[in-house]
Nanobody, 122 residues
Framework: QVQLVESGGGLVQAGGSLRLSCAASGRTISTYDMGWFRQAPGKERELEAA???????YYADSVKGRFTISRDNAKNTVYLQMNSLKYEDTAVYYC????????????????WGQGTQVTVSS
């Protein structure tokens, strides 16, 4: 089992930046693919960025060029650097870990954090 705790959310003006962190405990994240999802009110939880064990990355079109996912296995932490934030980025952001190969599917993630709220004011 791995436990995930997100931090770094908050209120920011449009055009600003935030960096989310996801600290893992229980097991090393080096054996997991890691993803950042977000869920806005009334919408489904969607994958926005993911990084594989060996470093390959994925970004949803909505965040490509603005968000950067990274992992520090030594610190057992995954980050999401969010730049040029827009009002529509407002959501609860969740960190998740996957031990199978379905890293681009929500159902492929086995462990979830509790989420951190990001609010972007226009």
């Amino acid at each position: 089992q791995v436990q995930l705790v997100e931090s770094g959310g908050g209120l920011v003006q449009a055009g600003g930046s935030l960096r989310l962190s996801c600290a893992a405990s229980g097991r090393t994240i080096s054996t997991y693919d890691m993803g950042w999802f977000r869920q806005a009110p009334g919408k489904e939880r969607e994958l926005e960025a993911a990084v594989r064990r060996l470093g390959a990355t994925y970004y949803a079109d909505s965040v490509k060029g603005r968000f950067t996912i990274s992992r520090d296995n030594a610190k057992n932490t995954v980050y999401l650097q969010m730049n040029s934030l827009k009002y529509e980025d407002t959501a609860v952001y969740y960190c998740a870990a996957s031990y199978d190969n379905r890293w681009l599917s929500r159902s492929g993630y086995n462990y979830w954090g509790q989420g951190t709220q990001v609010t972007v004011s226009s």
